[in-house]
């Protein structure tokens, strides 16, 4: 009794309990703990009624509410129908906390992944009792951008810095380049650097990158590690 979005079939797939056989309490303790194991309810108890010719068992759940709207402010980067795709939780799901965490956690993700690593994603959630159904809101503080301050390279022998930084689609901030720093650039330019040295001979370059804040909190260092092989 009591679900609404959730089929009763699914829920008696998990009870051990069935028709005619003999009243176990701990059986019973456990059929609880298997449907609320399914993650689509916030209480699950067992109603006993005794009659002359037995028990007559049922399960009261109450569900979580459902997903009626979804509201995303704060956000300037990136754009709704990429935050909601990032976040993967839709109109129409039952509202799980956990999912919604995971969720703001992979747009907090993207966010440092474009450069704007002080970002916070906060959720708001308001529920309606009467229909149990749920608003949920994304507050987005994006923060500043990270710029790239300097590129360093370590490792190269056969090409000089400067030769190797001409290779790369990611620069420092200077005059009129905005040095925004992009991880899925980043990785790419690993790989033009790795084909430039190819081109050149060197089958068995290795190449890696790790980016830091530099001292003043306000840009990133690039550090480029080769090993030409």
Same mark, same amino acid.
């Given at each position: 009794?009591?679900?609404? @979005? ?34 689509? +309810? @916030? ?15 049922? +399960? ?11 509201? $995303?402010?704060?956000? #300037? *980067? %990136?754009?709704?129908?990429? =935050? %909601?795709? %990032? ?6 799901? =039952? ?10 956690? /992979? ?5 440092? #992944? ?27 503080d994006e923060g500043a951008r990270m710029r790239i301050s300097q590129i360093l390279v370590e490792g190269n022998q056969a090409f000089s810095d400067r030769r190797i930084r001409k290779v790369l689609k990611t620069k420092r901030k200077k005059w009129f380049l905005p040095g925004v720093y ?24 290795? *190449? ?9 909190? #306000?840009? /990133?260092? $690039? ?7």
């Amino acid at each position: 009794r009591g679900a609404q @979005t959730v089929a009763t079939e699914t829920i008696l797939a998990k009870v051990q309990t069935k028709p005619s056989s003999p009243y176990q309490e701990a059986v019973v303790s456990e059929d609880i703990r298997r449907i609320f194991g399914l993650g689509y +309810f @916030t209480d699950v108890k067992a109603d006993l009624d005794e009659r002359p010719d037995g028990v007559r068992l049922v +399960f009261v759940v109450k569900e979580k509410p459902t997903i009626a709207a979804i509201d $995303v402010e704060g956000h #300037r *980067a %990136l754009g709704k129908p990429r =935050l %909601l795709e %990032l976040f993967a939780v839709g109109k129409g799901e =039952l509202y799980d906390p956990r999912k919604v965490k995971e969720g703001t956690g /992979l747009i907090k993700a993207e966010y440092a #992944r474009k450069g704007f690593s002080d970002c916070e994603v906060v959720s708001r959630v308001e529920v309606d009792e009467a229909t149990n159904t749920a608003r949920l809101s994304l507050l987005i503080d994006e923060g500043a951008r990270m710029r790239i301050s300097q590129i360093l390279v370590e490792g190269n022998q056969a090409f000089s810095d400067r030769r190797i930084r001409k290779v790369l689609k990611t620069k420092r901030k200077k005059w009129f380049l905005p040095g925004v720093y992009d991880a899925k650039v980043l990785e790419e330019d690993l790989e033009r650097v790795r084909a430039f040295y190819r081109k050149h001979g060197y089958q068995d370059i290795q *190449a890696s990158q790790e980016a830091h804040r530099d001292p003043s909190g #306000r840009g /990133l260092y $690039v550090h480029l590690t080769l090993d030409e092989g």
